[in-house]
């Protein structure tokens, strides 16, 4: 998983979802594999829950990103060697063998967003922009992650002939990719998000970006396959 985001400040709520797999509201079984800012700290931090429950957390060092600014972050995991990554501006900040397990991607995913309340309401939203998310069903090498960031705001090439010079070639495997172009369209799949209480769009990193007020904004996406 990879994507641009910017977060607003480091107040308010201190953890802020990228991206998380999750039940609906009052889902007994909770939440599934996420990928969250830490914002006070400035931490990146993935738990990868995986198909029994079991957690299988790391993260960053503090202080790898910080406010205002936009940062292309990503997420790796090769359930092959174990091995989990994670990237901040096409380099890799944190990488730790988790051991070898399916990740727990079977829910619905949000962005910006925690909404199971299984653990005693939705408490966590992300207060920011979060643009060009982007899904693979496979692991991306560091060259690969680099070469999408390298391409900054001429981003990943779309299939259009429009598509400018010097964007990032789609590497293969891509199968789901939220543009936020002024809607929630899935690019590749028609796993289409809708958006939710009021979710805007914003000048983003490429185009628009969707922007979440920190309160109640998010994205959903019903569950698929990956």
Same mark, same amino acid.
């Given at each position: ?15 802020? $979802? ?8 009052? !889902? ?5 594999? =996420? ?11 993935? &738990?990868? /829950? ?5 957690? =299988? /957390? ?13 940062? =292309? ?18 380099? /890799?900040?944190?990488?730790? &063998? ?15 967003? %925690? ?9 966590? %939203?992300?207060?920011?922009?979060? !643009? ?38 789609? $590497? ?6 939220? %543009? ?7 690019? %590749?799949?028609?796993? =289409? ?25 998010? /994205?959903?996406? $019903?569950?698929?396959?990956?």
């Amino acid at each position: 998983a990879n994507a641009w985001m910017r977060y607003d400040n480091a107040g308010g709520e201190p953890l802020r $979802p990228i991206l998380e797999w999750s039940g609906e509201p009052g !889902d007994a079984g909770g939440y599934g594999s =996420h990928f969250y800012l830490s914002a006070a700290a400035g931490v990146l931090f993935a &738990n990868l /829950v995986d198909t029994s429950g079991t957690y =299988h /957390v790391f993260e960053t060092a503090a202080g790898v990103v910080t406010p205002g600014a936009f940062y =292309h972050v990503a997420l790796t995991y090769d359930k092959t060697t174990g091995e989990a990554k994670l990237y901040r501006n096409g380099e /890799v900040v944190a990488s730790q &063998n988790l051991g070898i397990f399916t990740p727990m991607t079977a829910k619905n995913l949000y962005i910006g967003a %925690r909404v199971t309340d299984v653990y005693g309401g939705p408490a966590y %939203r992300f207060a920011g922009t979060i !643009d060009e998310i982007q899904l693979f069903s496979r692991t991306l090498s560091p060259n690969e992650i680099q070469a999408i960031y390298n391409a900054g705001s001429l981003g990943t090439c779309i299939t259009d002939p429009a598509a400018p010079s010097g964007c990032s070639p789609i $590497p293969t495997g891509l199968t789901h990719w939220w %543009r936020s172009q002024g809607t929630a369209l899935d690019y %590749r799949k028609a796993t =289409h998000g809708t958006l939710a209480n009021g979710t805007t769009f914003v000048n983003g990193m490429l185009g628009n970006a969707f922007a979440f007020d920190g309160v109640n904004d998010y /994205v959903s996406v $019903p569950a698929f396959n990956m």
